[in-house]
């Protein structure tokens, strides 16, 4: 959960870097991200100098 200023979180390929995408993180975004999209991609939400303050919420999911 994004909660603050707007940001860009940052999408690359893990194999293939030179395939990208950006999602745009409006406040109070909420991002489900599937085991897939972590073992096939790299993320990332980029600094901004001019960006105002932001807090991120993770919460995981642990299965034994």
Not at 22 to 44: C, F, K, N, T, Y
Request: aromatic share 6%.
């Amino acid at each position: 959960m994004s909660l603050g200023a707007p940001r860009v979180l940052a999408f690359r390929r893990s194999l293939r870097r030179d395939e990208r995408s950006d999602m745009a993180l409006a406040p109070g975004s909420l991002l489900i991200m599937r085991a897939s999209v972590q073992e096939g991609w790299q993320h990332a939400v980029l600094a901004v100098e001019a960006a105002g303050p932001r807090i991120s919420l993770t919460f995981r999911f642990l299965s034994h």
